[in-house]
Antibody
Framework: QVQLVQSGAEVKKPGASVKVSCKASGYTFSSYYMHWVRQAPGQRLEWMGWINTANGDTQYSEKFQGRVTITRETSATTVYMELSSLTSEDTAIYYC???????????????WGQGALVTVSS | DIQMTQSPSSLSASVGDRVTITCRASQNIFTYLNWYQQKPGKAPKILVYAASSLQNGVPSRFSGSGSGTDFTLTISSLQPEDSATYYCQQSYSTLLYTFGQGTKLEIK
């Protein structure tokens, strides 16, 4: 079965960077894009960006452009999300989510990692 | 950006009740609308995609409808395990996927 297993919780100081991993199993890794979505305390889900796991192409939300980098390691079937210049507003749970395209133009996030809590505090 | 607005923000209902949650998009998104269920401490789970298609394995008491700017998620007979927060998400704009603010559903 599809599994997305993320790295553990992190505590970072303002100005630092964090790198969260997402290891995929149970399916052909390079056949599906992977997205990152975050959820700050009491806030709605917020989309950050995606990676084409086949060729490494990426697209990011304008909000995070310049601060976020999504990469993949195909041999390890793992996707990474690095966020830099952290502030307290980046305190959130970060999720990876597999992107499903039904071939008719409809898409959704069909499998999610368990989430990784990133706390930014001095 | 396409803004998604859900109503109500929270509601309380009894087992067996019919419950409806509404989601409104700031522009026409046709039927590019998904619904997710999130329980405390867990990741979201897809319930409905393309506005009205039920994801495999989701109980048939869940249904979605709507097109354009107005959408609804209906639970026909509320069960205790349906206590959760529900989010709508538009997939029309692939440059920026956006979610509603969520509807917290509690069982009386």
């Amino acid at each position: 079965q599809v599994q997305l297993v993320q790295s553990g919780a992190e505590v970072k100081k303002p100005g630092a960077s964090v790198k969260v991993s997402c290891k995929a199993s149970g399916y052909t890794f390079s056949s599906y894009y992977m997205h990152w979505v975050r959820q700050a305390p009491g806030q709605r889900l917020e989309w950050m960006g995606w990676i084409n796991t086949a060729n490494g192409d990426t697209q990011y939300s304008e909000k995070f452009q310049g601060r976020v980098t999504i990469t993949r390691e195909t041999s390890a079937t793992t996707v990474y999300m690095e966020l830099s210049s952290l502030t307290s507003e980046d305190t959130a749970i970060y999720y990876c989510a597999r992107y499903w395209n039904d071939g008719y133009g409809y898409t959704w996030f069909d499998s999610w990692g368990q989430g990784a809590l990133v706390t930014v505090s001095s | 950006d396409i803004q998604m607005t859900q109503s109500p923000s929270s509601l309380s209902a009894s087992v067996g009740d019919r419950v409806t949650i509404t989601c409104r998009a700031s522009q026409n998104i046709f039927t590019y609308l998904n619904w997710y269920q999130q329980k405390p401490g867990k990741a979201p789970k897809i319930l409905v995609y393309a506005a009205s298609s039920l994801q495999n394995g989701v109980p048939s008491r869940f249904s979605g409808s709507g097109s354009g700017t107005d959408f609804t998620l209906t639970i026909s007979s509320l069960q205790p395990e349906d206590s959760a927060t529900y989010y709508c998400q538009q997939s029309y704009s692939t440059l920026l996927y956006t979610f509603g603010q969520g509807t917290k559903l509690e069982i009386k």
